[in-house]
């Protein structure tokens, strides 16, 4: 079975400091990993995905995040935080050795922040 | 980067009647769509997978004659909700599967009103 754990319900950080929004995952075979972000009432825009390579996988808008296997986490970062960074973040993860090609979310995490 | 759209973006319809939701692909092809149902404050519930010409394939407690999904060509599918009530309202959320790496990508979100 595939499940996505995001532990923290909302993240609030200052402006300018750096922020990381936490993801783990569970899943049979190699996962593929991905965070999107949705703004409120509009759909998910991607962020960033890890399939396979460097495990610090950067992305959109100056996130990056970091595939750790043997923590079977995939938190995303970024240095510095912008109050236009407000938003509902989803990770995700697929098992692609499974057949299946949707996509199993996490509860979101909203993250605030301040100025 | 692929494009997918909705139509309509919002709608309120009355107790009983029909909706009719769009999803297309705008620059790809897309043979599997995905549609979600988005509560608010929560994550993405996976309704159904639309494979182009053949039938969906519903998940569990999703009612496949409330929610007829058709699928008739490579750049649309659609979601009718079928007599429609105060429960059903919700956001839904399509999207499409393209790519080597089979990524996903989300419409803007179809705001269901019923009344």
């Known amino acids: 079975a595939q499940s996505v754990a995001q532990p923290e319900d909302q993240v609030n950080v200052a402006e300018g400091n750096p922020l990381t929004v936490k993801c783990t995952y569970s899943v049979s075979g190699n996962p593929y990993l991905f965070w999107y972000v949705q703004y409120p009432n509009r759909g998910l825009q991607f962020l960033l995905k890890y399939i396979t390579g460097d495990n610090l996988v950067k992305g959109s808008y100056g996130f990056e995040a970091e595939f750790n296997k043997s923590q079977t986490s995939f938190h995303l970062k970024k240095p510095s935080a912008l109050v236009s960074d407000s938003a509902l973040y989803f990770c995700?993860?697929?098992?692609?050795?499974?057949?299946?090609?949707?996509?199993?979310f996490g509860t979101g995490t909203r993250l605030t922040v301040i100025p | 980067g692929a494009v997918v759209s909705q139509h309509p973006s919002w709608v309120i319809c009355k107790s009983g009647t029909s909706v009719k939701i769009e999803c297309r692909s705008l620059?790809?092809?897309?043979?599997?769509m995905f549609w979600y149902r988005q509560f608010p404050k929560q994550s993405l519930m996976l309704m159904a997978t639309s494979n182009e010409g053949s039938k969906a394939t519903y998940e569990q407690g999703v009612e496949k004659d409330k929610f007829l999904i058709n699928h008739a060509s490579l750049t649309l599918s659609t979601l009718t909700v079928t007599s429609a009530h105060p429960e059903d309202s919700s956001f839904y959320i399509c999207s499409a599967l393209t790519g080597p790496t089979y990524e996903q990508y989300f419409g803007p979100g179809t705001r269901l009103t019923v009344t």
């Open positions: 620059d790809f092809q897309a043979t599997t």
């Open positions: 995700a993860v697929r098992a692609y050795q499974t057949g299946a090609n949707n996509l199993f």
